[in-house]
């Protein structure tokens, strides 16, 4: 039997490839097909259905917002690897390399368009509400991403800084996310602004996580191997709080490993691994991790509905710090 | 006195100045302030409030919908550059030269993030038709962009499909630009798709006029020299009718000059003229432009309301055809 995790996932699924996106020109629609069907886990419009199916929503309610949600995401995600120029995704070649930059960014833009559409299928009721939500959060993970760009250039970044560019780029997604769930259920607004600080914070541990695997977890499944942050000279949580501790001559070396690209890549991330173990960057994440993940649990566990009712959201909350999801 | 077009003029300068665009980060702020600063004639809001008045809407129920149709605009405007790698526009540098790449796509996504969080500032009881109308023509700009990308590679262009490319391209936001007007003011499903045709024919003779002038204009304002389009290989309706009725010979010699690039323009703008002449493309064109132009008055003649009410939109309209808007 399927859990209402996998009944939803496969909700999500069918209505991506129900989405009328196969027409002319073939050029722009055939790479949104590609992109919509790159798998992954739907996160993002689970967190929408779960949050509405716990304040006693019909799915069918919240589903035009929860699918804009994810074309969405999926928009930022083409854009974000023309900006990146990065050549793979997932293992599978990313649209600007299989096509081209011009196709990643029209198609990308014609994804925020759908995307828009399909929220404008919500209940009219609900409609300048959910606009208001999605649009507030597009602008904020485009300010996100502009802060990742400019910090790269920057030997200047606070951590205050770095964790707000995270809450930004990842976090206030999942927040909104759950937040038009909520909406889409008549929520209370108090049930909605706790439901969006969950997600909020569980976006911070979720993000923090990440780094966390980047720099200390096991090759992936993709064949991705850790120190990718440390290749590309990442000032990660883990770099920041690494060298907010460092002594003088430990920063120098922070420095200059980070001042450069090198041909031995497998030297330069044994060499900083070596300084975050030495400061202990990773507990230091992990405290940290377990913060926001504490904090989420606090504002769900302030909403106004039955515990019963949680457990869904929160087995996907566990299984995303988890990385199953 | 001002008339009332530039009254609106007025208003609409005044309504993009006060956007709340002067945030942080600065990088990704700046360029969409520079990109809306960029003047212009604010053709496609003009439109939308014209609508409004003509069918006795009050201007400041139409007025956040003709914002978001301009920053869309500005939008398109921002990401083609980038696509047809334009150093220049109007004179000025464009944001893809002026700052880079990533900050072209990325403040222009945020525009379009604009767009909608002004559209979305309508009155809630209209805001799903002006959704509906703002979305779909998003994707047909896109569509259109995209066709004419699939062009520049292709020898098999018809003139139905180019006519068809322009309309996409062009034609069909003018056309939503008078029917969100008309939307904004309650205006019957008849005068809706009336005026909506009106646009769309308009915007046809729009564009058509413009790849004239680009071929037979004098020197413009900005210094842009003409014969753009024929250095570019862009196979304008001009090119397209000329090939058409040409000789073999005069068709293969079409086929040389723009199989190449060479560095002598202006004996290639020369020669090509020579055969536009040769076949009475100009005249070709401007028939076709009255064609549109009828159309346009047609419709607009169509429309229920007093030929008093609809002066000001005309006179717009005649004032588009002879450049001066």
Known sequence: MMTPIEVFQQKINGALAELPV????????????????????????????????????????????????EIFHNFTLLHDDVIDQAPLKRGKETI????????????????????????????PRLLPGLMKVFTDTAIEVCEGQQYDIDFEDSNQITIPAYLNMIRLKTAVLLAASLKIGALSADASPEDCENIYQCGENLGMAFQLQDDLLDAFGETDLFGKKTGGDIVANKKTYLY?????????????????????????????????????????????????????YDLALQRLGAVA????????????AKNLLKREY
């Open 96 to 123: 600007y390399k299989k096509w081209n930059l011009n196709t990643a960014i029209l198609s990308g833009d014609t994804m925020f368009a759908i995307a828009y559409g399909r929220l404008s299928q919500s209940d």
């Open 240 to 292: 920041l709080k690494t060298y907010e501790k460092a002594s003088v001559e430990d920063k120098k070396q922070l420095d200059n490993w980070y001042a450069q690209t090198t041909n031995d890549d497998d030297k330069k991330i044994e060499e900083v691994l070596k300084l975050y173990r030495k400061y202990a960057a990773k507990e230091e994440t992990e405290g940290l991790i377990t913060q926001y």
């Open 305 to 316: 509905v039955s515990d019963e009712r949680k457990a869904p959201l929160l087995e996907l």
């Open 22 to 69: 196969l027409g002319e020109p073939a050029g722009l629609y055939q790479p949104i097909v590609y992109a919509l069907d790159q798998g992954g886990k739907r996160v993002r419009p689970l967190l929408t259905l779960l949050a509405n199916e716990m304040f006693g929503g019909a799915a069918d309610t919240a589903m035009p917002a929860a699918i804009a949600i």
